[in-house]
T-cell receptor, first 117, second 110 residues
């Protein structure tokens, strides 16, 4: 099936290193979201893309976090100088956009589990 | 600030009906969604309410009262496979982002 895919599924890195997390949304979905989720908590919004532009990046915790979606499809979340507190599952979701239930349904990928040692 | 409140845990038996409540305080409101997440899995969409009232989809129904900043998810004819965490989420900030609640862990007992 052509669902949302994320790579890698697991990433272990050392404190201070740089990491990139990739998201392939469902073809044709204009809206793309990044979240992070810690154990026992709900997804925490990071950034929302509508097409190629970041429509809302208010959830990015600090300037170590950055995300791009240059062609309006694949997106990459970049984390510089990783810290142990960045350890979490990073989820990507895409949506057709628009109004109503169909436009607001988000399709989530399986996530990338990031562990910072 | 933005906050959503849900009960942390709910337990029920197979075949029963359970209601999971969600209250919210957000700077803007464009709709309330519900997601199900099994352990180790990704959230999956259940429902979306933009207007007051009840939306029914099979065994699941979702209700919204915008004047009370309140909604609930109703699960009927519970099955063991319904054991999961359930999250409410508000579309906020002029429809630009989603704020998720802390989640309710539902355990369905035989």
């Amino acid at each position: 099936g052509a669902g949302v895919s994320q790579t890698p599924s697991n990433k272990v890195t050392e404190k201070g290193k740089y990491v990139e997390l990739r998201c392939d949304p469902i073809s044709g979905h204009t809206a793309l979201y990044w979240y992070r989720q810690s154990l026992g908590q709900g997804p925490e919004f990071l950034i929302y893309f509508q097409g190629t532009g970041a429509a809302d990046d208010s959830g990015l915790p600090n300037d170590r976090f950055f995300a791009v979606r240059p062609e309006g499809s694949v997106s990459t979340l970049k984390i510089q100088r990783t810290e142990r507190g960045d350890s979490a599952v990073y989820l990507c979701a895409s949506s057709p956009g628009g109004a109503g239930s169909a436009g607001n349904e988000q399709f989530f990928g399986p996530g990338t589990r990031l562990t910072v040692l | 600030g933005q906050s959503l409140e849900q009960p942390s845990e709910v337990t029920a038996v197979e075949g029963a009906i359970v209601q999971i409540n969600c209250t919210y305080q957000t700077s803007g409101f464009y709709g309330l969604s519900w997601y199900q997440q099994h352990d180790g899995g990704a959230p999956t969409f259940l429902s979306y309410n933009a207007l007051d009232g009840l939306e029914e989809t099979g065994r699941f129904s979702s209700f919204l009262s915008r004047s009370d900043s309140y909604g609930y998810l109703l699960l009927q004819e519970l099955q063991m496979k319904d054991s999961a965490s359930y999250f409410c989420a508000v579309r906020d900030n002029y429809g630009q982002n989603f704020v998720f609640g802390p989640g309710t862990r539902l355990s369905v007992l035989p």
